[in-house]
């Protein structure tokens, strides 16, 4: 009898994309990384509805132009657009722009919100996954690269790349 019939499934120590611990990526914001300084990242809970959910699966979400802000002690996720499920009409149908809440502990977010305040610090969403069969956010605490900073660090990513394939030459060359 296989592993999955045994009742082992999701005890995977590699999921899709090869995320660790069965964690699969539906979409990740590879745009933050580049406009922004990443200084602290959380994981936290997302609030949504039966059909985001099924839209999640099918992994139709858009990260772009999403942010995340604290409003009256709660954290917000702004811009996260989730298409409707096609099989879900009428009731069951969602916004697909609506704002969704974050679930954090009050400690936690009574921390960024001050750093966010105090700092000109964002709170960017970094990728949306599924833990556990739970829907999860990588959150970041970052600030704002200017356009000498970008090209900086493109330069400082390029010079990396090259060395490292000069490393990789050389060990082919001499041994």
């Known amino acids: 009898?296989?592993?999955?019939?045994?009742?082992?499934?999701?005890?995977?120590?590699?999921?899709?994309?090869?995320?660790?611990?069965?964690?699969r990526v539906v979409a990740s914001n590879r745009r933050a990384r580049h406009d922004y300084d990443i200084l602290e990242t959380i994981e936290c809970g997302?609030?949504?509805?039966?059909?985001?959910?099924?839209s999640l699966r099918a992994g139709r979400v858009?990260?772009?132009?999403?942010?995340?802000?604290?409003?009256?002690?709660e954290v917000w996720l702004f811009g996260l657009h989730i298409p409707p499920y096609a099989q879900a009409t009428g009731f069951g149908a969602h916004?697909?722009?609506?704002?969704?809440?974050?679930?954090?502990?009050?400690r936690q977010?009574?921390?960024?919100?001050?750093?966010?305040?105090q700092q000109a610090?964002?709170?960017v969403p970094l990728s949306v996954f599924f833990r556990d069969g739970r829907a999860k956010v990588e959150l970041a605490l970052a600030r704002g690269r200017r356009l000498y900073?970008?090209?900086?660090?493109?330069?400082?990513?390029?010079?990396?790349?090259e060395a490292a394939r000069e490393a990789r030459?050389?060990?082919r060359r001499g041994g």
């Open 62 to 73: 858009s990260l772009q132009d999403t942010y995340a802000r604290v409003v009256d002690g």
């Open 46 to 54: 997302l609030v949504l509805q039966g059909s985001e959910v099924k």
């Open 169 to 171: 030459a050389a060990a």
């Open 1 to 23: 009898m296989s592993a999955a019939r045994k009742g082992e499934r999701g005890k995977s120590t590699v999921g899709a994309k090869g995320a660790p611990h069965g964690d």
């Open 109 to 117: 977010i009574d921390e960024w919100m001050g750093r966010t305040q």
């Open 95 to 106: 916004e697909p722009d609506r704002r969704r809440k974050l679930l954090l502990h009050r």
């Open 149 to 161: 900073d970008k090209r900086h660090a493109i330069a400082t990513r390029d010079a990396a790349r």
């Open 121 to 123: 610090l964002t709170l």
